[in-house]
């Protein structure tokens, strides 16, 4: 066996391989071996067929497979053993390979296109210039979540009458007209909360009621869909009767939550693993966690500016026609060749930031060990079970949920990038020039869909003109 590669340009090339019947006889005659050993065939008793004619039904095939196995390994090893930094895989030049003569040729060549993965130059420094934004939490959102936490934390009174944060529980019956009720008409006994009433006409009759006082309203109009009409009812959606159908709803119990005091007990619900004494620190200590919410979209925006500002920096070349051709080898059911042409800009920028951040990722050791990828699951998994009301949940099964965790590489694969790009994002704010902008959540939103909106734009005016 002789095997080669030649450069056809800068970035790309081909591999020669040619092989002679010593490289692959015995295989060949190995496998035909034992085809015959199983072979059954009429006339003859098992493993008895002669190899002639296993040969004539069997031989074309089998050398077909034993010379691709032997090919397949030589390119795996060249590429290997020759340090030889590709893009994608090794494509078949169909025009070279289709011409083999399978039944006559003794020796053989194949050639396989390659691209190679471009040097890239790149050093972060302070040269490089990137906005982060820094959301500033308004007073209106930290008075919402200090109420939200108030009724979550308060307590259940029952007041004489009822008012539009109050849930009314009673006897529910459909009605043939605001007197009659209806012979096998719907009915249930349950809780409605006025808030949820959308219709503004019905929801002023549940207000400023008693226990025992009688509503009559039409179910189908009260809520926004059906599905909420339904669930009132415990019934399925095509089982309501028709719109203008009267129900009436007789009041046997009005709840209200009760909003908890701002006091140190409220302070240590709502923070236990802290010391809040004040309204002041509670802000501030909630202001902190609804930015740091915020921040991880405004890290995904920085990310991408980032992206965009080395791709420029970094100046990366491709193979282009062979990445098109790859693409096309490895999504034949999925892609055509007009829309690889289409998107090609989309495939070759994600493809260079790709290369790019496998490069700044080995010029800088960035690695996710497998006790970084634990703890951060032991974190998210006491989070959400926090959530669930467990502030102090066993540490065995804090382990066992993160061992079944472990246990699936989809998942951890996503844990794992999101690691990865945490650790890229540090790299950029510790390397780069940083220039820090406070921006309100709604003007960051506003921000990114009128930059996404504007790539769109000229994307679909590039297209235009093509």
Known sequence: MNIFHENTSDLAGVIKVQIDENDYKEKVDNALEDLQKKA?????????????????????????EQVNKILAEAVYNYIKDNELKILGNPIPVKEQN???????QKEFEFQYSIGFAPDINLELSENI?????????????????????????????????????????????????SETIASDGLSNKPTIHIN???????????????????????????????????????????????????????????S????SDLNEEFFKKVAPDKEITTEAELRDLLSEQISMQYQAEVDKHFKNEVSEKLLKEANIELPEEFI???LMESNKKDLTREK???????????????????KLIEDHNLKITDEELKNHLREYVKMQLKQYGQQNPEEEMVENFVNNIMGKKEETDKVSQKLMDDKLINLYKSNLKIKEKKISFDEFVNLVQEKYKTKQNNKDNQDNQQ
């Open 340 to 358: 690889i042409e289409a998107d090609f800009d989309n495939y070759s920028d994600s493809l260079k930031m790709q290369l790019l951040e496998n």
């Open 324 to 326: 098109k051709e790859w």
């Open 256 to 259: 209200r939550i009760e909003p």
């Open 98 to 104: 289709e011409a083999i003569d399978w039944d006559n």
């Open 196 to 254: 949820n009433i959308k219709d503004q006409d019905i929801k002023s009759r549940f207000l400023s009621r008693k226990v025992g006082d009688e509503i009559i309203f039409d179910l189908n109009k009260a809520f926004q869909s059906k599905t909420e009409a339904a669930k009132i009812v415990e019934t399925e959606q095509d089982k309501l009767p028709p719109e203008g159908t009267l129900f009436r709803f007789t009041v046997e119990t009005i």
């Open 40 to 64: 059954q065939m009429p006339g003859f008793r098992p493993g008895k067929v002669p190899m002639g004619l296993v040969k004539k039904l069997h031989g074309k095939n089998v050398l077909k």
């Open 129 to 177: 210039e990137v906005d982060y934004h820094k959301i500033k939490v308004d007073d209106k959102i930290i008075d919402e979540q200090i109420d939200n936490l108030r009724r979550q934390y308060g307590k259940i009174i029952n007041p004489e009458e009822s008012d539009e944060h109050d849930a009314v529980f009673g006897e529910l019956i459909q009605m043939d007209d």
